[in-house]
């Protein structure tokens, strides 16, 4: 559910990003802190990209995948997969050489009998004669081929990378490199999902700041706006509501219940991701025991342990 009423701005803004020229290549960040619905933006985005005249999706999930080797191994193969399964007659030529592409630039691909390449559906003595051509060839010509490829689509491919803030610093500097590393493929548009604070200081290093090196990776960005206070004060009335549903003989007494809201529980929650939290949290205390404690109570100290745990 849109319960921000963020569909119309998503909707507008991937309409404009389909009106871009993707020629060269384009970087979009969707900016916000945590918690703030970056993950909901983009899936609203990814509804205009659908239709009516659908442009492919493709999801990265970094998360999936840990430490900075495998993130290398792994991303032009991933993404290769999902076109593959996408139109494999439509995007064959593209995904063979994104295989081969990431598997050059792979500091895995140095040791071909091992890491990545043991799960890899070719023969095991063809592997090495393969790997061994190509690192003869170099990156240019199979840039070449997947250029070529990729400027015969009449449509641009989306690649979505979402949660980037939650990786460590490492892994946030590999996969920017990465997407520089194919920035300029022709009709391929990255959308990047991150807080930009946590991104920047990832990115800051050997005296280079990281907003600078940001901008030049990025064309467009998106900063979501801040969730109206009204608006995140009516989901913690409506989740905490249906946390106290249907529980017979509860104990709330409801002249308490404003003050101990307004001075305990609010000030914790930031974010729908927040509200989200506590109310998982509070509903089997509240079941278990609305009937013998004061539930008002209940609510409170669950948001303290959750929230202020050191407390």
Do not use: C
């Not at 999801?59 to 494999?88: C, I, M, Y």
């Not at 548009?189 to 280079?208: K, N, P, Q």
Request: charged share 25%; no cysteine; net charge negative.
């Amino acid at each position: 559910e849109d319960v921000l009423g963020r569909a119309p701005v998503a909707h507008d803004f991937a309409q404009s990003i389909r009106e871009l020229d993707a020629s060269h290549g384009i970087v979009i960040g969707v900016l916000g802190a945590w918690g703030h619905g970056k993950s909901s933006f983009i899936n609203l985005m990814i509804e205009q990209f659908t239709q009516p005249a659908p442009l492919t999706v493709v999801t990265f999930n970094p998360w999936l995948f840990s430490g900075t080797p495998q993130l290398t191994d792994v991303f032009f193969r991933e993404l290769a997969a999902e076109l593959r399964l996408e139109d494999k007659s439509r995007f064959g030529d593209i995904a063979e050489g994104l295989d081969k592409y990431g598997d050059i630039l792979s500091p895995i691909a140095a040791i071909p009998w091992f890491g990545g390449w043991f799960d890899r559906t070719f023969k095991a003595l063809k592997t090495s004669a393969f790997y061994m051509r190509d690192r003869k060839k170099g990156t240019r010509s199979l840039r070449d081929k997947v250029t070529d490829a990729l400027s015969a689509l009449d449509q641009p491919i989306v690649v979505v990378i979402d949660d980037i803030d939650r990786l460590t610093s490492s892994e946030i500097r590999d996969i920017f490199k990465l997407v520089r590393l194919t920035a300029s493929f022709p009709n391929i548009i990255y959308l990047l999902a991150f807080d930009r604070t946590r991104v920047e200081r990832a990115l800051t290093d050997d005296g280079v700041e990281g907003r600078a090196y940001l901008e030049k990776i990025l064309q467009l960005s998106f900063d979501l706006p801040a969730i109206p206070h009204e608006v995140l004060r009516r989901q913690i009335f409506e989740r905490l509501s249906l946390v106290v549903d249907g529980i017979e003989d509860v104990r709330f007494t409801g002249e308490w219940w404003a003050d101990v809201f307004v001075e305990v529980i609010e000030p914790l929650i930031q974010n729908l991701r927040d509200v989200t939290r506590l109310a998982l949290s509070a509903r089997p205390a509240v079941r278990a025991l609305g009937r013998e404690i004061e539930t008002v109570d209940l609510l409170a100290l669950e948001a303290v342990r959750v929230f202020r745990p050191e407390v």
